[in-house]
């Protein structure tokens, strides 16, 4: 975001973190400098702080993200109506159809997978819960931002952009408001190979109140997989109808 006054010290603690979180092992102050281009002392200092608020673990002289951040992600996530509601019927929803399925909220102008449960194949896409993710590259994030009116979509759209994921991504706001109608118009969205090459995704908007998040549910998988019938028919109806299970729960 422009305009906003930041705080250099929290920022630089949140770089370091996120390091962290993206390593796969354990790092060393200087390695953690280096990336992060901050001296030695300062890194120190902040490693120093996030160990004592037990976000940071130190092993051998090096540092790991500790796992005192899942129990920030679950409370907040506990906190989504939405989530409590959908996610025994997004768990079915993986189980019938053997894909991936996923519950995504909209934060900030971008979509975020707040609940993913996985079928029997071992296929995975290229994001995790809690990944922020543009809305107009996944099904979800379309299905969303259908939902939405336009004055929030265009301020979504300044804000955010169209840029391109891959050379399937919609880039053209006319084309974007388009596709919008059409998801409007039949109440489900896809992303053809938008997002990520080789993948393919379905989604549907949940209807929630005013002062909540816009939500949607979808399936993706290889697109060698969900093709023809199987995509157009089997999975769409899959996933309306578990959309419609959770907005049934929510009205209870």
Request: hydrophobic share 40%; charged share 25%; with cysteine.
């Amino acid at each position: 975001m422009t305009g906003t006054t930041t705080v250099d010290a929290t920022m630089n603690s949140f770089r370091i973190l996120e390091r962290l979180v993206a390593s796969d092992e354990a790092l060393g102050v200087t390695e953690l400098a280096a990336d992060v281009g901050l001296s030695k002392g300062v890194v120190h200092t902040h490693l120093n702080t996030l160990s004592e608020l037990g976000y940071v673990t130190k092993r051998d002289r090096k540092y790991l993200a500790s796992m005192g951040l899942l129990a920030l992600g679950e409370e907040v996530r506990s906190h989504l109506g939405v989530f409590a509601a959908a996610r025994q019927h997004v768990d079915n929803l993986a189980r019938v159809t053997g894909e991936v399925s996923t519950l995504f909220v909209e934060e900030d102008g971008v979509g975020i997978c707040a609940y993913m449960a996985h079928g029997p194949n071992d296929w995975e896409p290229a994001y995790a819960c809690g990944t922020r993710i543009p809305l107009h590259i996944t099904a979800p994030g379309k299905a969303m931002l259908a939902s939405l009116g336009r004055e929030r979509v265009d301020d979504i759209l300044d804000e955010r952009g169209l840029d391109a994921q891959t050379a399937e991504t919609i880039t053209d706001r006319n084309v974007l408001r388009g596709e919008l109608r059409t998801i409007r118009e039949n109440g489900i969205s896809f992303c053809r190979e938008e997002q990520s090459a080789g993948v393919i995704g379905v989604g549907t908007s949940i209807a929630l109140t005013e002062r909540a998040p816009a939500a949607a549910i979808g399936v993706c998988g290889p697109a060698s997989r969900l093709t023809g019938r199987y995509l157009e028919e089997d999975i769409t109806g899959q996933v309306i109808s578990t959309a419609k299970s959770i907005q049934v729960e929510l009205t209870r």
